[in-house]
Every structure is written in structure tokens, then in C-alpha cells.
């Protein structure tokens, strides 16, 4: 069964950093597109950032130049480093990836940014 | 980016009701097109991909019809556990775009 979990979030302050993962099991990162997905409190979905099996990446524009979406194929494992955190950054994020021509979906992590 | 507009907003129904929410895309997107259930504190969950292929375990009262930038999701015979909040997205350009979501409420 393909499956993602999101871990990583937390309380932050304005300016800080913080590294969110998501651990895929099923199948392999690499071989997959992954991404990003956010969600703030009582808001709508938003696209946040994207990796491609062949490594390109790209990023909403509210995030370019702050988050760095990664993946480390050796623990089979998606990463979202978020630098100089704001609080509108506040969201729950989500990993999600392609599976066949569907789009399979982790519970998200709660990111806080407040101070 | 591609925007995607989806509605209504909001509507109220009643048990046994036919509901559709229609998406439109400011351009072609084909039918990369997926619809999905959210309700309060979980995460979003995925009824329809490629705009009319329904997701395992997803009972036949979902469906979806579309393609280009016209697109509709259709609940046949709405039920109960059926109150939500349902959203569309676009997956044909790595930039996803959703819409801002239609919440289905009890009349």
C-alpha cells in the first residue's frame, strides 16, 4: 500500500526554521513526483512547493527563496526545510504523491508560527 | 498559473438530494482534474482522479465529468456522512491550483 506520514511540525517564532519530513512507504521517492501542500486554519489548499523524479523542483511564489523541498532516496524520505518563517505561514502541511494517475494524501503536520 | 474557479461556495441540501459542483480552469487542463472530501480536522480525501475515474473505496454515488476546463462533480443521492467541504484541483502543471472549495450543508 502506498502511504505517506508527515512529521516535523511544531511552535515556532517569526524568523525561526524549521525542517519538515515525510516518510513514504510503498513505493520509492525517487521514482515519484512528490510535493507540498498547506493548509491554514480555516482556509482553503494551497500548493506550496514540488520534486520530480528527475529532480527539478518549483515553488509557490508566497515560499521561493525561504523553503527548500528535498528528498533523501536512502531512508526512502521527502523533506520541506521552511527558513525565516512568518506567520502567515501558519498551516497544516501535507505531503502528497502520484500513484498511478491518482494522488495519494498524509493526515499533515500542524506548523505554528507565533511568537 | 491556472486558476480554477469552483461553485457555489456553499449549499444546503437535504438527504436523498442530487447535488453537482461545477470547477472551471482559466485554460485547458485536459483531465487532470481530482475532486475531494474534507471534513473538520482530517485531511483531504480523494473521490475522483482524472476527472471521472472513481478512487477505490469511494462509493458509486460520486461522480465526476469533464474535461478541457468545464468539470462537475455529481452526488447522485446525497447521505448523510456526505456533509463536507469539497474541493478541485488542477494537476496538469506542476503548479497545482485548487478551488476554494464548496461547503455542503444540511437544509
Known amino acids: 500500500e502506498v502511504q505517506v506520514v508527515e512529521s516535523g511540525g511544531g511552535l515556532i517564532q517569526p524568523g525561526g526554521s524549521l525542517r519538515l519530513s515525510c516518510a513514504a512507504s510503498?513505493?520509492?521517492?525517487?521514482?515519484?513526483?512528490m510535493s507540498w501542500v498547506r493548509q491554514a486554519p480555516g482556509k482553503g489548499l494551497e500548493w506550496v512547493s514540488i520534486?520530480?523524479?528527475?529532480?527539478?523542483?518549483y515553488y509557490a511564489d508566497a515560499v521561493k527563496g525561504r523553503f527548500t523541498i528535498s528528498r533523501d532516496n536512502s531512508k526512502n524520505t521527502l523533506f520541506l526545510q521552511m527558513n525565516s518563517l512568518r506567520a502567515e505561514d501558519t498551516a497544516v502541511y501535507y505531503c502528497?504523491?502520484?500513484?498511478?494517475?491518482?494522488?495519494?494524501w498524509g493526515q499533515g503536520t500542524l506548523v505554528t508560527v507565533s511568537s | 498559473d491556472i486558476q480554477m474557479t469552483q461553485s457555489p461556495s456553499t449549499l444546503s441540501a437535504s438527504v436523498g438530494d442530487r447535488v453537482t459542483i461545477t470547477c472551471r480552469a482559466s485554460?485547458?487542463?485536459?483531465?487532470?482534474l481530482a475532486w475531494y472530501q474534507q471534513k473538520p480536522g482530517k485531511a483531504p480525501k480523494v473521490l475522483i482522479y482524472?476527472?471521472?475515474s472513481l478512487e477505490s473505496g469511494v462509493p458509486s454515488r460520486f461522480s465526476g465529468s469533464g474535461s478541457g476546463t468545464e468539470f462537475t462533480l455529481t452526488i447522485s443521492s446525497l447521505q448523510p456522512d456526505d456533509f463536507a467541504t469539497y474541493y478541485c484541483?488542477?494537476?496538469?502543471?506542476?503548479?497545482?491550483?485548487f478551488g476554494q472549495g464548496t461547503k455542503v450543508e444540511i437544509k
Open positions: 502528497a504523491t502520484g500513484h498511478f494517475d491518482s494522488i495519494v
Open positions: 510503498g513505493f520509492t521517492v525517487s521514482a515519484n513526483y
Open positions: 520534486i520530480y523524479s528527475g529532480s527539478s523542483t
Open positions: 485554460q485547458s487542463i485536459s483531465s487532470w
Open positions: 482524472k476527472a471521472s
Open positions: 484541483q488542477q494537476y496538469n502543471t506542476y503548479s497545482w491550483t
